[in-house]
Every structure is written in C-alpha cells, then in structure tokens.
C-alpha cells in the first residue's frame, strides 16, 4: 500500500526520512553511494544523526529549479511536478523523488532526479541511477531521468527503465537491514 505525506517542514521530512529506506539509504546500503554507507544509515536511522548541509548541497538546492527547466528544455513533452511529498510504500519502503514528469494531465508517468556536481562521474551515476530505482519501485512506474548539471554549465540526462532484478536485491536488502534496527527505530528493543 503507497502513502503519500506532505512534507510541511524540514524537521517533519526528517523524522519521517528515519521511519524507513529511501533511496539515499538504498544507495549507501547497496554499496554504490561515494557518500555515505550502510554504518552512515544506521546512524541516521537509530542515533538520529544526519549530514551537515555543506555549501555544496545548499547551492545545489537553489541551482535545481534551473537544472529543471533546462530539462523541460530538452523534454517539452512532459509537465513537470515538484511534489512536496514523502512517499512510503509496505511500512519502511520510502521516496522523496525531486519531480514527477506527467504527460498532460494524467497521472505521473516518470520520476526526475536532480543532481548538481562538480564532475559527473561514473560513481555518481551510478548512485543516481540506484536512487530512480528505488523511486520507481516505491511509486511503481516504468522509467525514469536523471539530469545533473556539471560544472555549473554541462547538463546530462541518462534514462533510467525499470529494473525488476535489480528492484528485487534492493528490497530484500531493505527489508534485512529493517529487520535488524527497525525496533531500535521504534525504541522497542528487547532488553
């Protein structure tokens, strides 16, 4: 079952990010995020601890409107929307997607993730891809972009189709990892 919660502050996001795995933390528990690990996650899960906004990320958050329209740009068939949501499918499988893409009207066809870097490598890509993922698993759609912005200037977009295997090692992981901490989380350890 997929619920869709509001995100009405940064605080309310990041109490609701420790109810569960989202694709930051799929990323860190599969190995691919140059980031972060799954120690990081259980950090951020258990103990609360979370990353410390660097200049980076802060001036990523105000560059990503741009990185979007450039997108829109290249892709003028879809509407794009910034849903303000967390989305949380089974109890602990969690998405904050940067923007849906809608064809018209409709419902979201596709989820758009969003990276500002310095250099586009193929860690980062790969992380980035592991995260639309983990989106398009929670959410259940088909396919997916990733658009990053490199040196403030060269704009990528790789397509992203969905991947049932892949899909798959990366709920089971959850789900281990979930089992092991997930009454830390709740603070219903067994003593």
């Not at 691919?32 to 990523?60: C, H, L, W």
Request: glycine fraction near 6%; charge should be positive; include cysteine.
């Amino acid at each position: 079952m997929l619920e869709e919660l509001k995100i009405t502050s940064l605080k309310k996001w990041r109490e609701q990010r420790r109810s569960g795995i989202g694709g930051s933390d799929i990323a860190a528990l599969m190995g691919v995020s140059p980031f972060a690990n799954a120690d990081d996650v259980y950090r951020s899960k258990v103990e609360g601890f979370d990353v410390t906004e660097t200049e980076q990320m802060r001036i990523g958050k105000h560059i990503e409107p741009f990185i979007v329209r450039e997108f829109k740009n290249l892709k003028p068939e879809f509407a794009i929307v910034n849903p303000k949501r967390l989305y949380k499918r089974d109890e602990i499988y969690l998405a904050t997607p940067d923007r849906l893409l809608c064809i018209g009207d409709t419902a979201p066809h596709a989820i758009l993730e969003i990276k500002n870097c310095e250099y586009w490598s193929r860690e980062k890509r790969t992380m980035a891809a592991y995260q639309v993922q983990w989106y398009l698993f929670v959410l259940g759609l088909k396919f997916g972009y990733v658009c990053a912005m490199e040196k403030g200037w060269k704009l990528h977009t790789q397509p992203i189709v969905r991947d049932e295997e892949l899909q798959e090692r990366m709920k089971d992981t959850a789900q281990a990892f979930w089992e092991k901490i997930g009454e830390k989380v709740r603070g219903t350890e067994k003593v």
